[in-house]
């Protein structure tokens, strides 16, 4: 009879992971604990039939008073095993974890702050909804720890291989593509550590709390499991939309999942929460509920249905194409203009010149800013020739195609503020000089 022996030491966890440790720690420790249930000793190890489902394991991992709901239950039995902190799991005088040099081991490898960690200590291992826990199994059986047939699960009768390196401590799973391919060739000439030491490290702004990261890895694996069949199902979705201020549902085509500047998206065609178009970037944190629909369904919109029928459903690949060269903006759905900034000549020499924003980013003399003006300008075409005239010859001048309120496209802008100024379109200067009056207002006050 197999049995599972190891300590939660921070190179097992990171190979439960399969990305990265600091986002997904509390999962991989969770998948620690699993495998003591399922493999373990006598003291540990359930006593389940084979095959079991996840309701035998839940009947018999938690007490019988367990509640069976949706929702992460409460603490309703301190000898419930939802009931322990990830501190008491960890540091049970069973696994001889010395807490010293686990935690210096563990923050070394993946920068996690004391702070962060103390703070995950203390949170209930499995005091998570019943569907984190089914997304358990499902990644428990793709690692190779169990077979897995339709609803039922088998023990296996030979663990999986543990990948290690020759060289490092921790293994590194075979990495996402990166979409730039120039970045990938440097992640992966320096992904493994020098002389055993990590010298690549890479920032990524990610802006999910970690209470939401537990429900963004439900939806990323109910979406796995979803285009694994065929064919792959629309969806119906809760979504708590910024853009219109309130949950709406809307019938969908799951097409791919995307990490944009700070979060996660699932690029869904379909309904969408304006109302307008066919697409729609949802941010998989504020997706509520999800709910797998049939193409018989009868509230499917009818051009969903006719691509379905027609064998035309998008892809990715169509995506891709629309972010990389049509223009810049992650909302490739939206209406694409020619915009005109206009740099400081210094600013634009030191952080602009020289760098890759899109392809349409591109600089143009001082006439051809006229022109540009002259070509694309309707009725404000004077008004707007006034403002540049107004400027500086020396400055900098840059034209791009954009997409109409893309959140992204504004959020840089507003980044390099007060060092450019948006000359044409007019709509969109016109919306940065109310922002900037509103802003100047913070700072109004009088300190003589």
């Known amino acids: 009879?197999?049995?599972?022996?190891?300590?939660?030491?921070?190179?097992?966890?990171?190979?439960?992971?399969?990305?990265?440790?600091?986002?997904?720690?509390?999962?991989?420790?969770?998948?620690?604990a699993w495998l003591h249930s399922l493999y373990g000793n006598n003291q540990h190890r359930l006593l389940l039939e084979e095959p079991f489902t996840f309701a035998d394991w839940r009947n018999a991992f938690f007490s019988a008073n367990h509640p069976r709901g949706e929702t992460v239950p409460p603490v309703h039995d301190t000898d419930c095993a939802c009931a322990k902190t990830v501190?008491?799991?960890?540091?049970?005088?069973?696994?001889?974890?010395?807490e010293i040099q686990w935690r210096k081991t563990l923050q070394q490898h993946d920068e996690i702050s004391t702070a962060e960690?103390?703070?995950?200590?203390?949170?209930?291992?499995?005091?998570v909804t019943r569907r984190s826990l089914q997304a358990d199994l499902h990644i428990l059986a793709e690692l190779g720890w169990l077979k897995r047939q339709e609803t039922k699960y088998y023990r296996v009768q030979e663990f999986p291989t543990l990948p290690r390196s020759e060289n490092s401590i921790f293994y590194q799973p075979q990495a996402v593509p990166v979409l730039n391919p120039d970045l990938e060739l440097i992640a992966q000439n320096l992904s493994q550590p020098l002389n055993g030491v990590q010298r690549f490290f890479m920032e990524v702004v990610y802006i999910v709390s970690p209470e939401k990261q537990e429900r963004v890895e439900d939806w990323q694996e109910h979406f796995k499991l979803l285009w694994q069949e065929?064919?792959?199902l629309p969806v119906r979705l809760s979504y708590q939309s910024s853009r219109v201020k309130k949950t709406v549902g809307c019938i969908v085509y799951p097409v791919c999942?995307?990490?944009?500047?700070?979060?996660?998206y699932l690029c869904g065609f379909g309904q969408t929460p304006t109302a307008?178009?066919?697409?729609?970037?949802?941010?998989?944190?504020?997706?509520?509920?999800?709910?797998?629909?049939?193409?018989?369904?009868?509230d499917l919109p009818q051009f969903l249905l006719d691509s379905h029928q027609k064998g035309n459903l998008p892809t990715p690949d169509e995506i891709q194409i629309q972010m990389d060269g049509v223009a810049w903006g992650f909302d490739f759905y939206l209406e694409h203009q020619v915009m005109l900034l206009r740099f400081d000549r210094q600013f634009s020499d030191y952080y602009i010149e020289g760098t890759f924003r899109h392809q349409t980013f591109q600089s143009i003399s001082y006439q051809d800013a006229e022109q540009l003006i002259l070509k694309h300008g309707k009725t404000d075409k004077q008004q707007l020739l006034k403002v540049l005239h107004s400027r500086?010859?020396?400055?900098?001048?840059?034209?791009?195609?954009?997409?109409?309120?893309?959140?992204?496209?504004?959020?840089r802008l507003r980044s390099w503020r007060p060092k450019v100024e948006v000359i044409f379109p007019l709509k969109m200067r016109q919306k940065i000089a109310q922002e900037v009056q509103q802003e100047a207002q913070f700072y109004s006050e009088n300190w003589s």
């Open 1 to 32: 009879m197999l049995q599972f022996e190891d300590s939660p030491q921070p190179e097992l966890l990171q190979w439960l992971a399969r990305g990265s440790l600091k986002q997904n720690l509390l999962r991989s420790i969770r998948l620690w």
């Open 87 to 98: 501190a008491e799991w960890i540091l049970d005088p069973n696994w001889n974890v010395q």
């Open 117 to 127: 960690l103390n703070e995950l200590l203390q949170q209930r291992l499995f005091g």
């Open 230 to 232: 065929n064919p792959v």
């Open 257 to 264: 999942i995307y990490y944009a500047q700070r979060a996660v």
């Open 276 to 298: 307008k178009g066919q697409w729609y970037n949802y941010r998989l944190d504020k997706i509520i509920e999800i709910e797998d629909l049939s193409w018989d369904d009868l």
């Open 392 to 411: 500086s010859k020396t400055d900098a001048y840059y034209r791009l195609k954009y997409r109409e309120g893309d959140t992204n496209v504004e959020l």
